[in-house]
């Protein structure tokens, strides 16, 4: 790919500076206790983890960035032990991202699966030539061939800087090679860059994903991409959901980075499985240090009916004790 002008470049760098300033925004639940204990992995494993993190950034090109890396790397932390499954990526180029995940799923003793034709992108459909990047004002282009990292280079990244014994890697096309794959998943994450390389990898994975676990993305601030997860008749078509889980951070990403156009933002975002209000009820006291207020979803003819006040009845708020019983 060719390299942006200098001064780009020096922006970039500025403002990614800046971003790593909110960094204890992001350590607070890389460092906590939910993310990792379950494995026996405390705070100088983590403090380890991230330092070959933060230096993995400098030694192997990538198109993703730390902090993406530290909060993808904090959820699977976070899966429970007894939940069964891999990791999967699909888009690994020359294994920047790769790595990070090669290490944390020899903490955690799960198999990180690779799918990526290690030639760079098919070839583009002329609608996919372009993606239009509105929350930053930018377009992406994509041409057959782009982001091409072989298989000798990704491994040889993973054998000096991550750990190769729990990488299996699955070479090709992601619709030869996904409709092959038969495991549990616990998380996914697909930097693939053009809609119709991601079809493949949703359509194929999201079955295999456990309940709640998270599929995130790496184009959430390109519409073409984040349409996918709030389209019912794509989801329908396919017999993967009723309703289209959709997607955190879509159309600008969840917010990491700080922008040049003076916002947060980045490019990613995830959708979970099969998560139920209920379940968001009752995991609220143990992922969030205050309680969780859950209020019923009314009519319109109940938010009248109820004392004349568009209120309704009182809310429940969800404590520590109640939600244990
Ligand atoms: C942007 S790069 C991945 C970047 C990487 N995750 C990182 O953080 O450095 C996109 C990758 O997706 C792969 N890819 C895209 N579409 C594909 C398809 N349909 N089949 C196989 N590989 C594909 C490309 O070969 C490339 O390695």
Not at 106 to 134: I, N, T, Y
């Amino acid at each position: 790919m060719p390299r942006p002008p200098f001064k780009k470049r020096l922006m970039r760098d500025v403002f990614r500076c800046i971003s790593l300033l909110n960094a204890p925004v992001y350590l607070w639940p890389y460092f906590s206790r939910e993310a990792g204990a379950e494995y026996g992995v405390g705070f100088f494993r983590k403090a380890h983890l991230l330092w070959s993190m933060f230096r993995n950034r400098f030694r192997i090109v990538t198109a993703s960035g730390f902090l993406d890396h530290v909060v993808m790397v904090t959820e699977i932390l976070k899966i429970p032990r007894d939940v069964k499954g891999v990791v999967v990526e699909c888009g690994s180029y020359q294994g920047g991202s790769m790595v990070n995940f090669s290490l944390v799923c020899a903490m955690v003793g799960r198999e990180l699966h690779v799918f990526d034709s290690f030639a760079g992108l098919p070839e583009p459909s002329e609608a996919e030539k372009l993606h239009k990047v509105l929350s930053i004002r930018n377009i992406s282009t994509f041409q057959k061939g782009d982001w091409c990292g072989t298989i000798e280079v990704v491994t040889e990244n993973i054998r000096r800087y991550g750990s190769l014994s729990v990488c299996r890697f699955h070479q090709g096309y992601f619709d030869q090679t996904l409709p092959q794959f038969r495991e549990p998943v616990v998380f996914v994450f697909c930097d693939v860059d053009l809609r119709t390389s991601l079809e493949p990898c949703v359509e194929n994975l999201w079955p295999l994903l456990q309940d709640h676990r998270m599929l995130f993305t790496h184009e959430a601030h390109h519409m073409e991409i984040a349409g996918l997860f709030f389209e019912p008749e794509w989801w329908q078509s396919r017999n993967l959901e009723k309703t289209p889980p959709g997607l955190v951070g879509g159309g600008s990403g969840i917010g990491l980075y700080v922008s040049d156009k003076g916002r947060f933002q980045s490019a990613l975002g995830f959708a979970v499985k099969n998560l139920q209000v209920t379940d968001l009820a009752s995991s609220g006291p143990e992922a969030a240090p205050w309680p969780v207020v859950v209020r019923p979803i009314l009519t319109r003819e109940e938010h009248f009916d109820n004392s004349g006040t568009l209120d309704g009845p009182p809310s429940v708020t969800v404590s520590a004790a109640s939600s244990n019983t």
